[in-house]
């Protein structure tokens, strides 16, 4: 049987184009790929990501899925993703029945997982399954092959039975994931992924390499936690979403198959509860190591954690030897009032030893605090930003509030206090709106949580260098990005600020930041052009945090937001990256009025 599997493309709504690495591909549709052809059927592709020249990503995806379905004539069409999918996976069903109207559609995910009644009867497929869909949707093939109707006997299957809804019974009982064959990329163009779309990572998954090529790996999944904010919190579900490890020997052997296909020299390991045991961690270095040593394998390699992570110094060592250069942490908050509120099971001091550990053993650690817990109050939010000012200006620290997914406890709530009144109307427009959850008044909270997300994007606080040199990567000229966004790539040279050694980064300029010219440096009315744009950005700036004094004066809460200003720092041409040395994040800025920019 031939099978269509439809990825969700990156930002459908929000930006066009907007490019996708390898490191953000959902890998659940590459499990699906092996499963699927472990059981003897056909699997095509479409990953309608990293294609430009379409006026809108609704023109896109309509001539990629119709170029995919008379070239493939697929028997079955496979889709899903996440709440935020919600406008593309519409979408797609929506074509799906105008371009192949009686081939049946089956949708998944977390959208479904989380909701599926309500999705269900909204963008009405043939069917949908909850959960991990690997052995419900090779059973479900098998079912439509044999023309069976034999719908009841696959677990955490929706179908329709003369326009009614109807639903088999939840059972999320897996088999052991070391059954499962390794997830098959082949089918969504993984080569192109890395060889032309590697640097749009995001920079913590491609600083430590030059020509970086990161893979993605999954080691685990569930989650043993009940964070009110998370998913995965789902205390109704027969059976539960249990943590399951993978055993290290499954995992060796996939990283050396995907090693030995794909040279790539960053993984990443994707699983949220990685290294929460430190022996795991340990036993994941050696092997590494040993792999260096029989196999020549060279890669950086990062890892996901809870906060209840028990590793220490000593293990964090054997991970830095062994390659590992990043971690990112369950921070959330350092109000201890928050964390309880949060059920995140963790404390202040738990987060600053990781912090001091992490910086002892030269790995880049890295997290995020979010606000908005219905315990948020202006003094939570003050320990938070004190402790921010304390232990985490030189680490990896994102900025934002706290979003009601379905799914979560916090969602529950919202649905409870009219919050969200409507479901449907509420995924139509799915992370348009701020929701304040606290128990103050929204004219305070929500216009501060969009300035905090304003300055928290600038990184004004991040230590500043000046770059050496910034020259054209011409080699880079006709990468698919470039061509598209005429965004040639530069490769940045500096010497960090915190241990001195000197390294080079590359990143895309735009056409706003640089000029193209036929001479060998940047035009003066080009670099006056550049002086201009960063001139008028930081008076915008200045003039925003004057703006936040005068309302902190009345409105104490907008004084928090100075952790963010430091005067040591500037507005100019900049990128933030991290040093491959000692991992701590920097902020480079080049000077071209005094060096020039070579092109």
């Known amino acids: ?89 519409k979408d797609v069903i929506r074509l799906s029945r105008e371009l192949a109207p009686h081939t049946p559609i089956v949708l998944g995910g977390g959208i479904v997982t989380h909701d599926a009644s309500i999705i269900f009867q909204a963008l009405r497929p043939d069917f949908c399954i909850s959960g991990e869909a690997e052995e419900s949707l090779v059973q479900l093939v098998h079912v439509l092959e044999q023309g069976s109707k034999a719908y009841d006997s696959i677990n955490n299957l929706g179908y329709w039975e003369n326009q009614t809804a109807r639903f088999t019974p939840l059972l999320f009982r897996y088999p052991d994931l070391d059954q499962r064959a390794f997830p098959d990329y082949e089918p969504f163009g993984i080569k192109t992924m890395l060889d032309d779309y590697s640097l749009a990572a995001r920079y913590l998954y491609r600083y430590s390499r030059l020509k970086p090529r990161p893979m993605p790996i999954v080691t685990g999944r569930g989650c043993p936690f009940s964070c009110t904010f998370c998913v995965h919190n789902r205390k109704e579900t027969p059976g539960g979403l249990k943590y399951r490890a993978r055993k290290m020997d499954e995992v060796v052997k996939e990283i050396s198959q995907l090693y030995n296909q794909h040279e790539f020299n960053i993984l990443l390991i994707l699983d949220e509860l990685f290294a929460v045991n430190k022996k795991r961690l340990r036993d994941f270095s050696e092997a590494i190591l040993q792999g260096r040593r029989e196999q020549g394998w060279d890669f950086d390699w990062s890892f996901q954690t809870h906060a209840s992570a028990s590793f220490d110094r000593e293990t964090l060592a054997i991970a830095r030897e062994a390659g590992c250069y990043f971690f990112s942490y369950g921070l959330e908050s350092a109000s201890p009032r928050v964390l309880v509120s949060m059920n995140k099971r963790s404390k202040q001091s738990q987060i600053q030893q990781a912090i001091l550990d992490a910086e002892k053993a030269r790995i880049g650690f890295g997290g995020n605090f979010i606000f908005g817990d219905v315990a948020e109050t202006a003094d939570t939010a003050r320990e938070t930003m004190s402790f921010f000012d304390k232990h985490c200006r030189d680490i990896h620290i994102f900025f934002g509030w706290i979003r009601p997914y379905p799914g979560s406890l916090l969602f529950d709530r919202c649905v409870e206090r009219k919050d969200i009144p409507d479901k449907l109307k509420y995924y139509e427009c799915i992370d348009e709106k701020i929701f304040n959850m606290t128990k103050g008044f929204s004219i305070i909270w929500i216009p501060w949580f969009m300035v905090l997300g304003y300055y928290g994007n600038l990184f004004l606080w991040v230590k500043s260098i000046k770059a050496r040199s910034c020259k054209l990567v011409p080699e880079l000229n006709q990468n698919p990005i470039v061509l598209a966004n005429d965004t040639p790539v530069y490769e940045i040279s500096a010497a960090c600020p915190f241990c001195g050694l000197e390294f080079a980064y590359r990143e895309f300029l735009g056409q706003s930041d640089v000029k193209r010219t036929s001479s060998a440096r940047l035009s003066f009315a080009a670099i006056q052009n550049k002086i201009a744009k960063y001139k008028k950005k930081n008076w915008l700036v200045s003039l925003s945090f004057f703006v936040a004094s005068l309302v902190s004066i009345v409105v104490p809460l907008f004084r928090l937001l100075s952790y963010f200003r430091d005067r040591k720092n500037v507005l100019k041409p900049s990128i933030v990256t991290g040093c491959p040395h000692c991992n701590k994040r920097v902020r480079i800025y080049v000077e071209i009025e005094k060096t020039g920019l070579q092109v």
């Open 1 to 89: 049987m031939k099978t269509l599997l439809v990825v969700p493309t990156h930002q459908y709504r929000a930006q066009y184009p907007s490019f996708l690495s390898i490191t953000d591909f959902p890998v659940g549709f590459a499990y699906l790929a092996s499963a699927l052809k472990k059981a003897g059927h056909q699997v095509y592709g479409l990953n309608p990501n990293n294609a430009p020249g379409f006026e809108s990503s609704y023109q896109m995806l309509r001539a990629k899925f119709t170029e995919s379905i008379k070239s493939t004539n697929p028997d079955l069409i496979c889709t899903g993703g996440l709440c935020t999918d919600f406008a593309f996976l």
